[in-house]
């Protein structure tokens, strides 16, 4: 069973930067794309952003332009760097695999507030 592991998140002022770590146990991590999503108090989980085996990506609207996401296949790592942060990114931020997630992790808070 493959365990992910989501890091990184925190209190920040609005224009704020965060960046966010998921690591993933199991192999054949090069070849998956990943996604992270959020999920806000009362509010479902959303797509946020999300990379291929070739590192293409492609982001939610609300977030381009400030968001972005990266992999390091040699540490099972995906990030995301988040810029000019805003009080409606506050949420729960979750990374899974796009294609038949696996479990979902504890997530990350992350809370811009000032």
């Known amino acids: 069973q493959v365990q992910l592991v989501e890091s990184g998140g925190g209190l920040v002022q609005p224009g704020g930067s965060l960046r966010l770590s998921c690591a993933a146990s199991?192999?054949?991590?090069?070849?998956?794309?990943f996604a992270w999503y959020r999920q806000a108090p009362g509010k479902q989980r959303d797509f946020v952003a999300q990379i291929d085996s070739s590192g293409n990506t492609n982001y939610a609207d609300s977030v381009k332009g400030r968001f972005a996401i990266s992999r390091d296949n040699g540490k099972n790592t995906v990030y995301l760097q988040m810029n000019n942060l805003k009080p409606e990114d506050t949420a729960v931020y979750y990374c899974?695999?796009?294609?038949?997630?696996?479990?979902w992790g504890q997530g990350t808070q992350v809370t811009v507030s000032s």
């Open positions: 899974n695999r796009v294609v038949s997630p696996w479990s």
């Open positions: 199991g192999g054949g991590f090069r070849f998956i794309i």
